[in-house]
């Protein structure tokens, strides 16, 4: 019998293998994350940013231990120009590293836990623990063994999700997603500050997120939402006293109940408590992601 609050799904990220003695050490200082100090075998979930400290893509990189490889993987996003437009980003900077990036034909297979409670699922061998949603694991599976291995999941009990049912959980769980939420934001701003971190070495993009965190305030935040009703598909302007305050970016109207939603708000706004409405529709701030 399938679990309703676990699910499965075939994801469309793009899988590149990055090869080579520099491997660790060039993607450590491309990326947000650490992938120095992490427990084998990790998934790390980390931004790729511009020179002034904005998203240009979330990333996923696997490590199972191998010195010279790992696996990073990018949302297809909008379109499949969106991870080209990442990987010229990286390889722009590859100079004289001894590393090699190379697309394959892995497909990221995840099987998540889409509600807070309950435990998280087992994550077998050779998988990577992995919290897309609420918890869970992902595993790199060639191309020829996806779909045995999407049905092996099914039978396993968890149910399968597509991209709607996908996005809606992700969105309750208040997980921002790229592009719809994140794109060109500072990560501050997007809140994903959780996918930076502040004690590792210098990374690409680094002195304008430290900076807003150490001397500043970003001058906006992401929040959840909740509307009664919604007529329209985001994005959507998100208006305050008579005038436009923010965007909302993304929403969950799956059910009876109200509906969810992430939006970026201009910072004061949120610190003058002012009502907040979108197409019309008052809307109740639930949460300011960090």
């Known amino acids: 019998m399938a679990d309703a609050a676990l699910g499965v799904r075939l994801l469309e990220d793009l899988v590149v293998e990055v090869s080579g003695e520099d491997a660790r050490s ?4 491309q990326l947000t994350c650490d992938l120095v100090n992490v427990d084998l075998p990790a998934a790390s979930y980390g931004l790729v940013l511009g020179a002034k400290g904005r ?39 590859l100079v004289m590293e001894d590393v090699e990036l190379e697309r394959s034909t892995l497909r990221v297979l995840s099987v998540q836990r889409r509600q807070e409670s309950g435990a998280a699922p087992t994550c077998p061998t050779g998988a990577f623990p992995a919290a897309r949603l609420a918890a869970g694991f992902d595993r790199l599976v060639p191309e020829a063994d996806a779909e045995a291995a999407f049905e092996a999941a099914l039978a396993d009990g968890a149910e399968a999700l597509d991209a709607e049912a996908w996005r809606s959980a992700r969105i309750r769980l208040h997980k921002p997603s790229f592009p719809d939420d994140s794109a060109d934001a500072l990560p501050q701003e997007a809140g994903l500050k959780g996918a ?8 690409f993009g680094q002195e304008a997120v430290v900076m807003l965190e150490h001397r500043g305030k970003p001058p906006r935040r992401t929040v959840a939402l909740e509307l009664p009703r919604l007529d329209a598909a985001p994005p959507l302007p998100v208006s305050a006293d008579g005038r436009e305050v923010g965007v909302l970016t993304s929403v969950a109207a799956d059910g009876d109940g109200p509906v969810v939603g992430l939006a970026r708000i201009k910072r004061k706004t949120l610190e003058a408590g002012l009502p907040l409405n979108v197409e019309g529709t008052p809307a109740t701030l639930t949460s300011i992601l960090e």
């Open 26 to 29: 060039w993607l450590q200082g």
């Open 55 to 93: 998203i240009v893509s979330d990333a996923w990189v696997y490590d199972a231990g191998d010195a010279e490889r790992l696996w990073l993987a990018l949302p297809r996003g909008a379109g499949e120009s969106t991870p080209d437009r990442t990987l010229e980003r990286l390889e722009r900077y």
């Open 196 to 203: 930076v971190s502040f004690g590792k070495g210098c990374y």
